[in-house]
């Protein structure tokens, strides 16, 4: 069996893979119906959120879908945009409000680069902004963009935060109460070590009120309605929700998202300093990197695809570089069930398939 170092779908531990096998259940009978309500009241307990002030609101759907239903759902018909682009699910948001018309500017960075909070500065000056859209973790590169400074430009501009935090929820801080967030999109199989089919969107109970509804499928509304009189609009993958509440149980368990946080930054430190002990560099500084993915340059004379192959025949799954960066970096991602002698096997691995050049 390969151990799963991608951004997701993550290496199960034996419990949530277990939880696969509970019975059979119709969506629409009142055992699915606490499952869902028990999931609901579990998610807004990652950060220890209040019932009243926020909901949680689960789709069936890869993170994508959640990012869109925020997106699509809670910015209103006459409200405007500004998205942070430095990465490829800061691009795609702003690809997202290009497909269904929502008036919106995009701050552009370079990828790998920081925000660019004067230019975001700059931006907020010329326009108003209903709301600002931003990646937590760009996984594109592993750098953590720095929220509070956004969310601290965001208050003094009367705008509200759309978070796309696919790749951090419940192992970075997010400050749901004292920054202006408006909702945050995220996934049951990052890390939260669920299985990829269920997404879900924490959002303040007086955006849903005053959101839009662009789509059929994705209208967070229609979910939020249903899902708090136990039921839901449409199928839901019911052995993913298993899945995941066991996954949470598991969670809570382990001492909620600081617990995690800190075991991701041993585990990171294990690989970043074993594999820099190979010559090995990181593509960012420590200080910029979330504790969940960091990229690394690929070392001269070593092909993407040959490291991987490698690795692969050795039980590892490294993630390639996307876009511009596909030819030059690699990317390790430590979620899920991976002990520290998985890691160190995979710093020797890479120093034997390195002495191996030519
Ligand atoms: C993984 C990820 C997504 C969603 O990807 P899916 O393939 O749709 O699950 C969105 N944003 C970020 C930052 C991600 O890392």
Same mark, same amino acid.
């Given at each position: ?12 531990t ?6 696969l096998?509970?019975p059979?259940?119709c ?17 807004l ?6 019932p ?5 609101v *689960?789709?069936?759907?890869? @993170?994508?879908?959640a +990012? ?7 910015v #209103?018909?006459?409200? &405007?945009?500004?998205?942070l ?14 497909a ?7 701050v552009?960075?370079?990828?790998g680069?920081?925000?660019d ?11 108003q ?11 594109t590169?592993?750098r ?21 935090g696919?790749?951090?929820f419940?192992a970075?801080a997010i400050?749901?109460n ?10 049951a199989?990052?890390? *939260?070590?669920?299985?990829? @089919?269920?997404s879900? +969107? ?6 849903l009120? #005053?959101?839009?509804? &662009? ?21 839901q993958?019911?052995q993913?929700?298993y ?7 598991e969670?809570?368990?382990e001492g909620?998202?600081?617990?995690r ?11 970043r ?17 979330s ?9 001269a ?8 192959d ?49």
């Amino acid at each position: 069996m390969n151990l799963l170092l991608n951004p997701g779908p993550v290496t199960l531990t034996t419990r949530v893979r277990q939880a696969l096998l509970r019975p059979d259940l119709c969506h629409r009978e009142p055992e699915f119906s606490e499952l869902q309500s028990s999931i609901r009241d579990d998610l807004l307990r990652v950060y220890d959120l209040k019932p009243a002030d926020w909901t949680a609101v *689960l789709l069936t759907g890869s @993170g994508t879908a959640a +990012v869109e239903a925020m997106l699509t759902s809670l910015v #209103t018909a006459d409200g &405007r945009v500004l998205i942070l682009d430095n990465g490829v699910y800061g691009a795609r948001m702003a690809k997202m409000a290009t497909a269904y018309g929502i008036d919106h500017d995009t701050v552009t960075c370079g990828w790998g680069e920081a925000l660019d909070i004067d230019a975001i500065k700059k931006q907020l000056q010329i326009r108003q902004y209903t709301h600002i859209a931003l990646v937590q973790h760009e996984t594109t590169t592993g750098r953590l963009n720095d929220l509070a400074a956004v969310a601290g430009l965001a208050a003094e501009h009367r705008a509200e935060l759309l978070i796309d935090g696919v790749s951090s929820f419940a192992a970075e801080a997010i400050e749901f109460n004292d920054w202006p967030v408006a909702a945050c999109a995220a996934t049951a199989n990052k890390c *939260l070590h669920g299985v990829p @089919g269920i997404s879900f +969107v924490i959002t303040r109970k007086q955006a849903l009120a #005053t959101g839009a509804t &662009r789509s059929v499928y994705l209208d967070l509304n229609t979910y939020e309605t249903q899902q708090v009189a136990g039921g839901t609009p449409f199928t839901q993958s019911v052995q993913c929700c298993y899945a995941l509440a066991e996954a949470l149980t598991e969670f809570f368990d382990e001492g909620g998202w600081q617990a995690r946080r800190s075991l991701y930054r041993q585990r990171m430190a294990l690989v970043r300093d074993g594999l820099q002990s190979q010559g090995v560099e990181p593509l960012l500084a420590d200080s910029a990197c979330s504790c969940v993915l960091n990229a690394f340059q690929l070392p001269a004379g070593v092909t993407y695809t040959r490291l991987h192959d490698s690795l692969k025949a050795a039980g590892f799954i490294i993630y390639a570089g996307q876009g511009e960066l596909a030819s030059s970096i690699f990317r390790i991602a430590v979620m899920g069930a991976l002990a520290d002698s998985d890691l160190q096997r995979l710093v020797e691995e890479v120093g034997g398939i390195l002495s191996r050049r030519s």
